[in-house]
């Protein structure tokens, strides 16, 4: 599997890439989001890890961006210094329904500053460098 997706709270998941997912997996993601969202009892934030991969296919990115339409979508946040990563969020935030704060970060303090505009406190209590660099 190129991804991983994981609570980090009841209210924050992370997206983890290891790899640009094949377009199965990329259909694999669609439908595991939308299983977060349909079981959330609260809306939830997503962080998207895309340091070592992310989804290039507009169909799948297009299919995630009509989720954010979804009731329990509170809104996204993305990591990752590559210039690929950051075009193919970009091409999310065109295609979603109702773009709530999906962008691309290259430090951790403006990832969480993002999430905390989103829902002050949500990034709170997470050990953000351990996560975004578990190798470290």
């Known amino acids: 599997m190129s991804y991983e997706i994981k609570p980090l709270k009841p209210e924050v998941y992370l997206i983890q890439w290891t790899a640009i997912p094949s377009q199965q997996q990329a259909g694999e993601w669609v439908r595991d989001v939308q299983a977060v969202l349909d079981a959330a009892p609260h809306p939830v934030f997503f962080v998207s890890d895309l340091q070592r991969g992310y989804v290039e296919d507009v169909h799948a990115l297009r299919r995630v961006g009509e989720l954010t339409a979804h009731p329990m ?3 996204g946040v993305s990591y990752s210094g590559k210039l690929g990563a950051q075009v193919f969020v970009r091409a999310f ?5 109702s773009p709530k704060g999906d962008r691309a970060f290259t430090t951790i303090g403006e990832l969480t500053a993002a999430l905390d505009r989103l ?13 975004l660099n578990p190798q470290q």
């Open 73 to 75: 979508w509170g809104g």
């Open 93 to 97: 935030d065109r295609l979603s329904a």
């Open 119 to 131: 829902k002050p406190g949500v990034a709170d209590g997470i050990d953000w460098p351990a996560v």
